[in-house]
């Protein structure tokens, strides 16, 4: 037999490219199912269940969840398995004071790069917020508003450790905004116009305050609700 038909690729630590792009889908959609709070911070991750609710072998799931630990949503345990990071309050309140110094970096180095078409959407993206009642949609918008408005920033590691800072904290913000409700997010929405009126004004010092402040006020307030960071 030819030994190079026999090759076990997950032996050889490579993954066939149609076994690649499966993975990439089941991490994507394992992700999803963290972000949106359907697999809660601190649960256990059943690789057989997901393998068969996503119709895959164990191979892709646990590629995946490789993946994910490296973004800081999963917890991998030898000998015991994979879990949903979680985060306790002092963690979150931690992640949010480093957000409060590296976004108002992000923010002053894009204001001047950002065209004209990329301002008109972060101004769309403000309206459509305000007319939100869904708080999974808000959140969607208020991700997209955000990280389109460090877009004009050069500066990959700073754009991918903003990131993982948002997915890490992403449960959290859910549950606070499912909190206050539609009506309580009148100041979220004022904080989001003094952003929006900076960037347009190309006034750098201007949005990286407003947004220095608008995390901070979160990180305040998410500090006096300190039963959203208890799990079963």
Known sequence: ?????????????????????????????????????DLAPGSRIRQEELALRFGTSRI????????????????????SGAWVAKLHLADCIEVYKIRERIEPLAI?????????????????????????????????????????????????????????????????????TRLVGPQGRWLMHYEHRLIMEAIKRRDVEGSASHLHGHIRRTRLTLAEHPELFTTE
């Open 60 to 79: 892709p799931v646990r590629e995946a969840l490789r993946y994910l630990e490296s973004e800081g949503l999963v917890t991998l345990k030898a000998n």
């Open 108 to 176: 002053s180095e894009s204001v001047l790069h950002l065209e004209a078409a990329q301002i008109a959407k972060l101004e769309t993206l403000v309206e459509r917020m305000e007319l939100s009642r869904d708080t999974d949609d808000f959140l969607r918008l208020d991700r997209e508003f955000h990280v389109s408005s460090y877009a004009g920033a050069d500066m990959p590691e700073l754009q991918s450790l903003i990131q993982r800072y948002w997915n890490k904290t992403q449960q959290y913000r859910s549950a606070f």
């Open 1 to 37: 037999m030819d030994k190079s038909s026999s090759a076990d690729p997950e032996a050889e630590g490579e993954l066939p490219h149609n076994l690649a792009l499966l993975s990439q889908r089941v991490t994507l959609d394992i992700k999803n199912l963290i972000l949106s709070g």
